[in-house]
């Protein structure tokens, strides 16, 4: 498995990949999502971008918005109407 985690100086690369994802993942859906959601920037009802756009935005790997956005769901924060869109919850 290859790891794109930022090299440190002197470090070798591939050391604490499964760290750094989580770090990621854990930024994405804790800073940006879920503060827009919390402060109302991103009202009951809005629909998020798509997992692409999320991706392209954030400079992230589509698999790790998906990831973002399952620990949001699980959190009671979004939900999934397939062939529809994320949107997010009234709460």
């Not at 604490?16 to 009202?43: D, F, M, W």
């Not at 392209?56 to 399952?70: E, I």
């Not at 529809?84 to 919850?89: P, S």
Request: aromatic share 4%.
């Amino acid at each position: 498995m290859a790891c794109y985690a930022p090299r440190r100086r002197g470090g070798a690369s591939g050391v604490n990949c499964h760290v750094y994802l989580l770090k990621t993942v854990a930024s994405l859906s804790k800073s940006s999502l879920r503060t827009q959601i919390e402060s109302g920037q991103l009202p009951p009802g809005t629909a998020l971008p798509s997992i692409v756009n999320l991706a392209t935005k954030h400079g992230v790997a589509t698999n790790t918005v998906q990831k973002a956005l399952r620990r949001l769901k699980e959190e009671g924060l979004i939900e999934s109407v397939p062939g529809y869109g994320t949107f997010v919850i009234v709460r």
